[in-house]
């Protein structure tokens, strides 16, 4: 990567941070700046930004649930919205189309449903990203929305195949018989240990489902998803994720700068731009509606439109081969590009402050859900409840363990993983399925017995948010929480958390007292 890319993205994505924007509008803004200042993009930035995409879509594979891809919200979500916002789309690019305004002038109706088609698809890189910064990732509305993205993603392949007119070879057939590879790869993960050599073999992984998929006349994209599924539930899948995640990062900055290498856009092209931008809410009421259709509560239903309401690189992707085929004017490639922008913008910024939204909206959003509607993921807490883990990962599951040990069945956990909770309660541990930043959740619990609350999350803004509802819910008890680094601490104590742990100096205090209750073993033994 190119030392003037590298100092663009970073400065950008420093003061994009800096007013409490995600990096990534930082790495948008920069790659326009620099096309405009006449910098060229080399053949490398797209070499980048395809790798960040192949790592992107392998990690998506290994936590994907593929019985998941089979509920009707998933697949039901994807196809209606494609069909329901093309439709919608079509009627109202025709009124400019009929006045022959702008960039609109000369296009046909069934351009018009090029574009909408286009748009229709949700971005997975943008998604992601914004899922995982704010560990919604495998909460229930984003599993929900990973599931519609990659059955959006396999729609598109099917397009461009049919587009192109290219088949895949007859070999393609021969792909299904990587089921029977599942145990044999998660074999040799095991014994690849724990060093570089994993990450390496999850880029040898990712890579190498694309050239295979790519080489049958399937588009590589597909194939790096299908690795990542084939090693979904493994026992290495978890610890090969982690490690892939700075990779990821780090060329995936590659693809954000390249959107703004498409073309250089004039003032025109800005304001078409922002038109097609601001029908956001639309394309968002639409997954909104069909999924209340579905009986979906309204929580999940909002959240997963807003997510989902953004446009998609894979639209950029459709439109370049259309204009490629002579069905579209190459200026719709630089328009779109500047749609998808300010999408992301709007995605980024609408769902940071989602959940504060749904609490001083909840009495208007939840009118759309159907009434006496049961909650599954909120419940009531045994009556002998005095301490609640929020979070049962490595570190909340250690502090929950060590709290039953002396409190016994005083101590309960909360979890926003759904087969987690379930996992863990098959191993007989006291733990209710819920996420902890849904107001409803907090609002129907009695909270009078609990004496102590631990967030055990990775995620500062989470935990704000949580002591947030805590606070709404008039919570008397005491929140502790953990922090990985001295500057989340400082952030946290504004808050009002009554005990702010240092994750990494605890642990060296707790292995230093568990060093010496040995020694005082030995000494009395």
Same mark, same amino acid.
Request: aromatic residues 12%.
């Given at each position: ?11 950008f ?45 392998f ?6 649930n ?40 000369g ?22 990203k ?17 599931g ?16 192109t ?14 089921l ?71 060329? $995936? !900055?590659?693809?954000? #700068? =390249? *959107? &703004?290498?498409?073309? @250089?856009?004039?003032?025109?092209? +800005?304001?078409? %731009? /922002?038109?097609?931008?601001l ?13 209340g ?5 309204a ?16 639209g $950029? !992707?459709?439109?370049? #081969? =259309? *204009? &490629?085929?002579?069905? @579209?004017?190459?200026?719709?490639? +630089?328009?779109? %590009? /500047? ?7 709007i ?19 939840t ?14 807490l ?16 250690g502090?929950?363990m ?6 016994g ?22 733990v209710?399925?819920?996420?902890a ?12 017995q ?33 922090a ?42």
């Amino acid at each position: 990567m190119e030392f003037i890319w590298v100092l663009f993205a970073f400065v950008f994505g420093v003061l994009a941070r800096a007013v409490a924007l995600p990096p990534l509008i930082g790495y948008l803004l920069a790659g326009f700046l620099l096309h405009f200042a006449g910098v060229q993009a080399s053949d490398s930035l797209q070499t980048l930004a395809d790798l960040g995409i192949t790592l992107l879509l392998f990690t998506i594979g290994l936590k994907l649930n593929v019985k998941g891809l089979l509920q009707t919200a998933v697949w039901g979500g994807a196809l209606s919205n494609l069909l329901l916002w093309t439709l919608v789309f079509t009627g109202l690019a025709m009124l400019p189309i009929s006045y022959g305004l702008g960039y609109f002038a000369g296009l046909t109706w069934q351009a018009a449903i090029l574009i909408g088609f286009a748009l229709s698809f949700s971005s997975t890189v943008c998604v992601v990203k914004v899922l995982e910064g704010s560990g919604d990732l495998k909460s229930r509305h984003g599993k929900l929305a990973v599931g519609i993205l990659v059955v959006q993603d396999v729609l598109a392949v099917v397009f461009m195949v049919v587009a192109t007119g290219q088949q895949p070879s007859i070999w393609a057939f021969g792909l299904l018989f990587l089921l029977l590879l599942r145990r044999p790869i998660g074999y040799f993960l095991d014994r690849v240990g724990h060093d570089e050599l994993l990450p390496l073999a999850g880029f040898f992984l990712a890579l190498g489902g694309y050239e295979l998929f790519a080489a049958v006349g399937i588009k590589g994209d597909l194939g790096a998803l299908v690795a990542g599924v084939l090693l979904s539930g493994s026992v290495k899948s978890a610890e090969l994720y982690r490690s892939l995640m700075s990779f990821k990062d780090l060329f $995936l !900055i590659g693809f954000f #700068l =390249s *959107i &703004g290498f498409t073309a @250089l856009p004039t003032l025109d092209m +800005v304001y078409v %731009a /922002l038109l097609i931008a601001l029908l956001i809410p639309i394309k968002s009421f639409l997954f909104f509606n069909f999924h209340g259709l579905l009986g979906l509560r309204a929580r999940t239903a909002y959240l997963n439109s807003l997510i989902l309401g953004n446009y998609s690189e894979f639209g $950029l !992707i459709v439109i370049a #081969l =259309s *204009i &490629g085929l002579g069905w @579209l004017a190459k200026e719709w490639l +630089v328009v779109l %590009a /500047l749609a998808v922008a300010f999408s992301f913008v709007i995605t980024s910024v609408g769902y940071r402050y989602s959940h504060t939204i749904y609490r001083l909206f909840k009495g208007f959003i939840t009118r759309f859900e159907e009434q006496g509607k049961q909650y599954d993921d909120t419940f009531v807490l045994p009556a002998n409840a005095e301490v609640l883990v929020v979070g049962m990962g490595r570190v909340g599951k250690g502090a929950y363990m060590s709290l039953s040990k002396a409190m016994g069945n005083k101590v309960w956990g909360i979890d926003s993983d759904e087969q987690r909770a379930k996992h863990l309660q098959a191993q007989q541990a006291r733990v209710l399925f819920g996420d902890a930043e849904d107001v409803d959740l907090w609002q129907n619990m009695d909270l009078s017995q609990i004496r102590l609350i631990l967030l055990a999350l990775p995620y500062i803004d989470d935990i704000q948010n949580i002591q947030e509802q805590l606070r709404a819910s008039h919570y008397q008890g005491k929140v502790v929480a953990f922090a990985r680094y001295e500057d989340q601490i400082a952030a946290l104590s504004q808050c009002g958390i009554d005990r702010i742990f240092n994750f990494y100096t605890e642990a060296g205090v707790g292995f230093a007292d568990e060093s010496l209750a040995l020694l005082a073993e030995a000494e009395t033994g």
